[in-house]
């Protein structure tokens, strides 16, 4: 004889059965559920990312044209003398960048002609011509330019010559003096209204538009420079 289950029993199965049906799965974007972005945001990610790039070419472009672009550093002449030479060699090794083009500049009291003189050495100023040959074995990839002016004072003509050229840096040999002398240019340069109390070193150091910087050895056997600059005297750089 057939045995019945009680009734409770089917009750259970009844309502487990159905607190375990599971819902419907929402409807979603088709596009949200796969990951993918709408193709509007997919553009407009891809544009901005290559505006990005192409400024960050556009700046390296500009960064290189400037680092091309070199400066004008004039050396004084001065007739070719020590001095001049060992400020020439000071900048050359010190100062003067690949893509800078050095000036050559001595100043005359007449005669000689003025402004800048490119192509070819100027009557009676050979010695122009043997320090651009010291540009040119020390230095070969730098530009050298001559140039000869006119002045009655050396300093004030040197100035003027660095202001019309745009000179980045001035660079002039410096004599040594004795102390008795440097006291007495001293005195003679702060009165009123004389120009020849100081050298054209002194005066280029203190007057000229640009940073100009007066440039000596220690001593003749080496030991280094003596650079003087608008703020400071005779600073020794051992090199």
């Known amino acids: 004889m057939a ?45 901005k990312a290559k505006d990005e790039k192409e400024e960050e070419e556009d700046a390296k472009k500009a960064g290189n044209e400037a680092a091309v672009v070199g ?21 050359l090794s010190h100062a003067v960048r690949p893509c800078d083009t050095v000036v050559l500049l001595d100043v005359v009291r007449g005669g000689g002609g003025s402004g800048k003189n490119r192509g070819s050495t100027p009557r009676g100023c050979q010695h122009l011509e043997a320090m ?33 050229q745009g000179i980045s840096l001035l660079v002039i040999g410096q004599k040594k003096r004795s102390v008795t002398w440097r006291l007495l240019s001293m005195w003679m340069a702060g009165m009123k209204g004389v120009v020849g109390g100081a050298t054209a070193a002194d005066y280029c150091v203190q007057n000229a538009g640009c940073m100009a910087l007066a440039i000596r050895r220690k001593s003749r056997r080496g030991g280094g420079y003596l650079i003087t600059t608008r703020r400071q005297r005779d600073f020794w750089l051992l090199a």
């Open 132 to 164: 651009r040959s010291i540009c040119q074995a020390k230095r070969p990839e730098v530009r050298v330019e001559l140039s000869l002016v006119e002045g009655k004072d050396r300093g004030p003509a040197i100035v003027e010559a660095a202001r019309k």
């Open 3 to 47: 045995r019945q289950l009680p009734s409770f029993c089917l009750h259970r199965i009844k309502s487990s059965g159905a607190a375990g049906a599971a819902a419907p799965p929402p409807i979603r974007d088709k596009e949200e559920a796969s990951g993918e972005c709408p193709a509007g945001q997919l553009n407009d990610g891809s544009k």
């Open 71 to 91: 400066r004008k550093v004039m050396v004084a002449a001065d007739g070719g003398s020590e001095e001049a030479r060992t400020a020439l060699q000071w900048a």
